[in-house]
Nanobody
C-alpha cells in the first residue's frame, strides 16, 4: 500500500508561482510512475504531469507545457510540481497519484492523495 500526502497549495495572483509537494510512504514495487492531476469545479479530473521514478522521464499535458515542471527527490520519497506563470484556469484541486508500473504516464493510477487547493486570482 502507498500513502500520498500533498501540500503547498494556496492562493496566488495570476502570473505567480507555486510549488506543490507530494510525500509518499509505503511501497509501490521497485519502480513506479508518479503523476499530478487536477479537478476544477464542475469539471472532470484531468492529467497534468507525470514522472518515472527510476529515470525521471517526464510527460506533460499541453495546457501546462513550458509553465509547470515535475520533479522528484528519490531519497526523500517526494514528488514536486513547480507551477510558474499561473493562470486563473489553473485553479483546481491538485492530486498526487502513483501507478505501479515503470512508465505509463497516461495509464491507470493505483493510489491517490487527498488533494490540495490551488486558487489563482485574476
Amino acid at each position: 500500500q502507498v500513502q500520498l500526502v500533498e501540500s503547498g497549495g494556496g492562493l496566488v495572483q495570476a502570473g505567480g508561482s507555486l510549488r506543490l509537494s507530494c510525500a509518499a510512504s509505503g511501497r509501490a514495487g521497485s519502480t513506479f510512475t508518479m503523476g499530478w492531476f487536477r479537478q476544477a469545479p464542475e469539471k472532470e479530473r484531468e492529467f497534468v504531469a507525470a514522472i518515472s521514478w527510476s529515470h525521471g522521464f517526464t510527460h506533460y499535458a499541453d495546457s501546462v507545457k513550458g509553465r509547470f515542471t515535475i520533479s522528484r527527490d528519490r531519497a526523500g520519497n517526494t514528488v514536486y510540481l513547480q507551477m510558474n506563470s499561473l493562470k486563473p484556469e489553473d485553479t483546481a484541486v491538485y492530486y498526487c497519484a502513483c501507478a505501479a508500473n515503470y512508465w505509463r504516464p497516461r495509464g491507470e493510477y493505483d493510489y491517490w492523495g487527498q488533494g490540495t487547493q490551488v486558487t489563482v486570482s485574476s
